[in-house]
């Protein structure tokens, strides 16, 4: 069975950092695409930033320059560094993972989530 357990939310203040962690067991996926999705209440899920299995990475616009995203192979593990935070951040945080390699930016083309980790920027 396939879990993923985020870690590494909390309340920072505006210019803080953090890092977000998503451990999966289960399955291996250094092959396979993983991504970081957010949600405030109201709007829809949205791509933060995704890796592909080969490694390639992508960005939502409003996170460029500020996030950087990665995975460990040897320790199952992806992360999301966020520096400059901005109470726009504001969301749940949720990592996904998908059975392919390619990494999609639509939340319906992920296979597997996490339960979600709260992420509270204060100004």
Known sequence: QVQLVESGGGLVQAGGSLRLSCA????????????????????????????SGIGSTNYADSVKGRFTISKDNAKNTMYLQ??????????????????????????ESYNYWGQGTQVTVSS
């Open 24 to 51: 999966a067991s289960g399955r291996t996926f250094s092959r396979y695409a993983m991504g970081w999705f957010r949600q405030v209440p109201g709007k829809q899920r949205e791509l933060v930033a995704s890796i």
């Open 82 to 107: 966020m520096n400059s935070l901005k109470p726009e951040d504001t969301a749940v945080y949720y990592c996904a993972a998908r059975d392919g390699t390619f990494a999609y930016s639509d939340y």
